[in-house]
């Protein structure tokens, strides 16, 4: 028999109160499913995120809390919890579930998506995205139902498919048209966090951060899953809600991160090249009409069950 599959879940925690709460009671209902349970706060430790944590893992014996101490950028809350889970014992092989405080595991999708064992059917050479199925709240209230009504499935690839890309292929598509993405409900190997922790040029700011994850050497290919493993949250106080257009910025540093992969896979040159053309016609595009880059597109591929 194979050996069993499962990811380590990893929920990075800021200001989460309420939502986190709700997040916590998917994990509860999915944990099984996960080979650990990590919940990272990034807070003083007498925070109420942190007591929430803390009674969530007394609740469920196994589950790991850890706490920066104190608020840290995004970036730096992603190292220390990398940081956290290489010196326990982590391989670079070893999978991720990445889980924003503020959405939900979507156990659905999981139970269709493993075999009779339990286990993920997980490639090694694959960064795994999407689909993501969508609920929107208001600012500042969380969602309040109701909860049993279908959901929109977004998705990061072609409405009519392929779901599964060549990692510079996928990226480029990304480019010339952005579309919705999330680190929500995404699973790559733990190799590819240390990648992004550890090689030039380094990554200071979330946006693109879908991108420079799949981008990491390790992986040759980006693929969804046949159904949301996570429901997303969209507000409009959200950094979401204007991610098009800060992400834009991010496309010169992108460009470092290809440069690197090409040490690893000379034979991603041509794709490489096809990038930088598409990128070259999309802003003289933008320049000689002056209707300015593509927006992002919330592409719609489907509808799920809750």
């Known amino acids: 028999m194979a050996p069993l599959v499962k990811p380590v879940l990893v929920t990075m925690v800021w200001r989460g109160g309420d939502r986190f709460t709700r997040c916590l009671a998917s994990i509860a209902e999915s944990r099984h499913h996960f080979s650990r349970i990590l919940i990272s706060v990034t807070s003083d430790p007498t925070s109420s995120d942190m007591a929430a944590a803390t009674a969530f893992a007394e609740q469920h014996p196994g589950v790991e ?22 010196k326990t014992g982590t391989n670079q092989r070893d999978w991720i579930y990445w889980l924003a405080y503020d959405d939900q595991v979507r156990g659905r999708g999981i139970d269709a998506l493993v075999d009779i064992h339990g286990s993920w059917p997980l490639r090694s050479d694959t960064a795994y995205f999407g689909p993501w199925a969508m609920r929107h709240e208001k600012a500042e209230v969380p969602f309040q139902g109701p909860w049993d009504v279908p959901l929109e499935s977004w998705t990061s690839f072609p409405a009519p498919g392929p779901t599964r890309l060549r990692v510079l292929d996928w990226i480029r598509l990304q480019l010339v048209q952005p579309t919705y993405m999330q680190m929500s409900g995404s699973v790559c190997q733990f190799g590819s966090y240390l990648a992004l922790r550890d090689l030039k040029p380094y990554k200071t700011g979330p946006m693109r951060i879908e991108m420079a ?38 496309d010169l540093h992108l460009l470092g991160w290809i440069t690197r992969r090409l040490l690893r896979h000379g034979s991603d040159i041509g794709r490489a090249a096809h990038i930088g053309a598409s990128e070259i016609a999309t802003y003289t595009r933008a320049y000689v009409t002056r209707q300015g880059l593509p927006k992002e597109e919330w592409r719609v591929r489907n509808w799920v069950d809750p």
């Open 65 to 86: 809390v850890i706490c920066t101490g104190r608020e840290l950028p995004t970036m730096q809350h992603q190292t220390f919890w990398v940081d956290y889970l290489e």
């Open 213 to 250: 994850t799949a981008a990491a050497p390790p992986n040759l290919f980006v693929e969804e899953f046949p159904d949301p493993i996570a429901i997303i949250y969209g507000r409009s106080n959200s950094d979401r809600a204007s991610y098009g257009k800060a992400a834009r910025r991010e």
